[in-house]
Nanobody, 124 residues
Framework: QVQLVESGGGLVQAEDSLRLSCTAS????????MGWFRQSPGKEREFVAG????????YATDFVKGRFTISRDNAKNTVYLQMNSLTPEDTAVYYC?????????????????WGQGTQVTVSS
């Protein structure tokens, strides 16, 4: 069992930056593939970015467009999502997720563990 806790969300203005953190308690995340998802009211949860245990990354291509960077620090048991040039369309609850398989997955059903989420609100 992996317990994930997200932090770093908040209210920012358009073009601002935020860095989200996801810290695992009780177990190391070094052997897990990690992902970030987001969900806006009335929409399905969507993939944002994922990172393999070796640091290989995949990003959603339709809205990330070079603005977001996922990284991991296994020594700190933490995964990060650096978000730059934020727009109001990025407003959502952002979730961290972990899966035990090696390959980064882009669908929520393929992840085994989830955090509670952190709210990101971007004002225009």
């Amino acid at each position: 069992q992996v317990q994930l806790v997200e932090s770093g969300g908040g209210l920012v203005q358009a073009e601002d930056s935020l860095r989200l953190s996801c810290t695992a308690s009780e177990r190391t995340i070094s052997t897990y593939t990690m992902g970030w998802f987001r969900q806006s009211p009335g929409k399905e949860r969507e993939f944002v970015a994922g990172i393999s245990r070796w640091g290989g990354t995949i990003y959603a291509t339709d809205f990330v467009k070079g603005r977001f960077t996922i990284s991991r620090d296994n020594a700190k048991n933490t995964v990060y999502l650096q978000m730059n040039s934020l727009t109001p369309e990025d407003t959502a609850v952002y979730y961290c997720a972990a899966r035990q398989r090696l390959v980064v997955a882009t669908t929520s059903k393929d992840y085994d563990y989830w955090g509670q989420g952190t709210q990101v609100t971007v004002s225009s």
